[in-house]
């Protein structure tokens, strides 16, 4: 059976979540374990000192050091599990989209008995706003300064990019519910027309290489196809939401 031997940090007050996920891993590619624990600050530092490491856990396999969590994820041909600095991640687009998605459905499953309506496509794009505007809502300060690198409006008036998350997640909560649309639909076709337009200039006429603020100022989404989708949503609702509340859209 192959083996690989692991240092990992096991204290009374601490118990390392890394060196955790490093034996699980290794009994799922299927190593027999000999497991070391560092039960000190002490034992640990001079573990680091002797091996010239800066973290721990660390693995070897067959008397060679593999290295922390990541680098055995490497060695095992998987990706790492965090995205490097400035490296690109669509995970927290999909994961806001595919819940908002399945909302949409249950909503209508409750409220119809069925997933087949055109009332749960609404709810799935309002439901997006509303959660992308909460990615937004979380840090505000960072989301601001990311935007200012291309929203047109927000550069003219930099406090446009406080206002933005709110009236995002007040499109998306009342369209949710189905109200006011008078509110609802100027607010969301205002908002996703000055976007669509900022990001189009940004990406396809200036060719900006820019990070997207449309899930927070923290991501790594690059600014494009996601952040015009973003908008043209909001556009496409919005004058979906006006056409019914006008009964020029009857279901």
Same mark, same amino acid.
């Given at each position: 059976?192959?083996?690989?031997?692991?240092?990992?940090?096991?204290?009374?007050?601490h118990?390392?979540?890394?060196g955790?996920?490093?034996?699980?891993?290794?009994?799922?590619?299927?190593?027999?374990?000999?497991?070391?624990?560092?039960?000190?600050r002490?034992?640990?530092?001079?573990?680091?000192?002797?091996?010239?490491?800066?973290?721990t856990?660390?693995?070897?396999i067959?008397?060679?050091?593999?290295?922390?969590?990541?680098d055995?994820?490497?060695?095992f041909?998987?990706?790492r599990?965090?995205?490097?600095?400035?490296?690109?991640?669509?995970?927290?687009?999909?994961?806001?989209?595919?819940?908002a998605?399945?909302?949409?459905?249950?909503?209508?499953?409750?409220?119809?008995?069925?997933?087949?309506?055109?009332?749960?496509?609404?709810?799935?794009?309002?439901?997006?706003?509303?959660?992308?505007?909460?990615?937004?809502?979380?840090?505000? /300060?960072?989301?601001?300064?990311?935007?200012?690198?291309?929203?047109?409006?927000?550069? /003219?008036?930099? /406090?446009?990019?406080?206002v933005?998350p709110?009236?995002?997640?007040?499109?998306?909560?009342?369209?949710?519910a189905?109200?006011?649309?008078?509110?609802?639909?100027?607010?969301?076709?205002?908002?996703?027309t000055?976007?669509?337009?900022?990001?189009?200039?940004?990406?396809?006429?200036?060719? /900006?290489?820019?990070?997207?603020?449309?899930?927070?100022?923290?991501?790594?989404?690059?600014?494009?196809?996601?952040?015009?989708?973003?908008?043209?949503?909001?556009?496409?609702?919005?004058?979906?939401m006006?056409?019914?509340?006008?009964?020029?859209?009857?279901?």
């Open positions: 059976m192959k083996q690989a031997k692991v240092y990992r940090m096991v204290m009374d007050e118990i390392c979540p890394y955790l996920k490093t034996v699980d891993l290794l009994k799922r590619e299927g190593f027999e374990i000999d497991d070391n624990h560092l039960t000190s002490e034992e640990t530092d001079a573990f680091k000192e002797k091996h010239d490491v800066e973290t856990p660390q693995t070897f067959d008397g060679k050091r593999i290295g922390g969590y990541d055995l994820r490497e060695h041909g998987k990706s599990s965090q995205p490097e600095e400035g490296e690109t991640s669509y995970q927290p687009v999909i994961a806001i989209l595919g819940v998605f399945l909302l949409g459905l249950a909503i209508s499953w409750y409220v119809f008995d069925t997933v087949f309506t055109i009332q749960a496509i609404e709810w799935f794009v309002s439901l997006s706003m509303a959660l992308l505007a909460i990615q937004k809502l979380q840090d505000m /300060r960072s989301f601001s300064t990311m935007f200012l690198n291309y929203d047109l409006l927000a550069q /003219r008036w930099v /406090r446009y990019g406080f933005y709110f009236g995002e997640a007040l499109a998306g909560i009342l369209m949710v189905h109200a006011l649309p008078i509110i609802s639909v100027p607010v969301a076709m205002f908002i996703g000055v976007g669509a337009v900022s990001v189009f200039k940004a990406v396809y006429i200036d060719k /900006r290489e820019l990070r997207c603020a449309c899930v927070g100022g923290s991501s790594n989404v690059p600014l494009g196809f996601v952040s015009l989708t973003e908008n043209l949503f909001m556009i496409g609702m919005g004058l979906w006006g056409a019914k509340a006008l009964g020029w859209i009857t279901l």
